[in-house]
């Protein structure tokens, strides 16, 4: 096997598009995420984002990237995934001596965070299991009152503080200055829905990362006084009924397993599983 890094997103994608463009789901979030940073190389922070793959005698092994402060990600694809990941420390470590966790397929991502805490001598503070869902037609279901709509700048101090408590409720890593950016150009660009009933906002989706033929949804929040009345159900079923509508082919989103409400509302819509990923951070997270 051997390793080759990329500080150009183009250049990453020129190797491994066909790869991820034949699965777009299981390679949906490092494909997206490529595809922001060819478009604008900071897109996610002031440092330069970075790409790996590693390679085995058939072809492609493993995918790795990182755009700081963000955790690294890995998706697996084919070979000896503890091979692959002895690589990708050695690598990552000589750029970065701390990160604050990885992310990715489990086949590449457990090895990974289970070698850096024994060999750097860090704790892994939290692990989340999570699950890829594919909606490709939306089922029948009974909607909350109210409606949906796309939120506008008038929304924005809203956005911004359901953005930050759906990071606190899902252990998320965040830079506030870029969050805040981040919340800023999502409604000019319309990225951000909202059920409202009786024209006040109760819960709030996401479209985010497109690739070719989908959408990821994202950043599913219902402030704690509002839930249990089928918003979010109604909330996530329209935001991907309008994305659906406007000519993309599937939605795909990522579900924390601890959370099996969450996970029964998004088949009660329509997603299907696809594969499974987790998320390790580490106690020394800066």
């Known amino acids: 096997m ?3 890094t990329y500080s150009k997103a183009d250049d990453f994608l020129s190797v491994a598009g066909k790869l991820l463009r034949s699965d ?7 494909y997206g995420i490529a595809r922001r940073v060819a478009a604008n190389p ?6 330069d984002p970075w790409f790996g793959i590693v390679f085995e ?26 091979e692959a990941v002895s690589l990708l420390i050695e690598s990552v470590h000589a ?4 990160i604050p966790g990885v992310t990715g397929h489990r086949e590449a991502a457990d090895p990974f965070a289970e070698r850096w805490s024994k060999d750097f001598g860090i704790p892994i503070q939290l692990t989340q299991g999570q699950r890829i869902y594919r909606l490709d037609s939306i089922n029948s279901i009974s909607e909350a009152p109210g409606r ?5 700048v008038a929304d924005r101090d809203l956005v911004s503080d359901w953005t930050r408590a759906f990071a606190v409720d899902t252990n998320e890593v965040t830079n506030r200055d870029r969050a805040e950016n981040e919340i800023n150009r999502r409604l000019e660009e319309g990225e951000v829905y909202l059920w409202e009933d009786a024209s006040k906002p109760v819960s709030m989706a996401t479209k985010t990362r497109p690739t070719e033929r989908g959408v990821a ?3 599913v929040y219902t402030p704690p006084a509002l839930r249990r009345h089928g918003y979010a159900t109604s909330c996530v079923a329209g935001a991907c009924r309008e994305i659906l509508k406007s000519g993309y082919c599937f939605c795909t989103l990522y579900t924390d397993l601890s959370n099996p409400t969450s996970n029964s509302i998004y088949m009660k819509i329509g997603f299907k599983p696809i594969c499974d990923s987790v ?3 580490f106690s020394n997270a800066t």
Do not use: F, M
């Not at 777009?24 to 490092?30: D, F, S, T, W």
């Not at 900071?42 to 440092?47: Q, T």
């Not at 750029?95 to 701390?98: H, I, L, Q």
């Not at 949906?148 to 506008?152: D, F, K, M, S």
């Open 148 to 152: 949906l709509r796309l939120a506008t």
């Open 95 to 98: 750029r970065w001596k701390v």
């Open 24 to 30: 777009e789901v299981r390679y949906g979030l490092i």
């Open 2 to 4: 051997n390793l080759e």
């Open 217 to 219: 949804i994202g950043s």
């Open 57 to 82: 005698s058939a072809g492609i092994s493993t995918l790795a990237w990182r755009t700081p402060p963000y955790l690294v990600g890995l998706a697996w694809h084919a070979g000896d995934a503890e």
């Open 42 to 47: 900071h897109h996610y922070g002031k440092e």
């Open 279 to 281: 998320q390790h951070t």
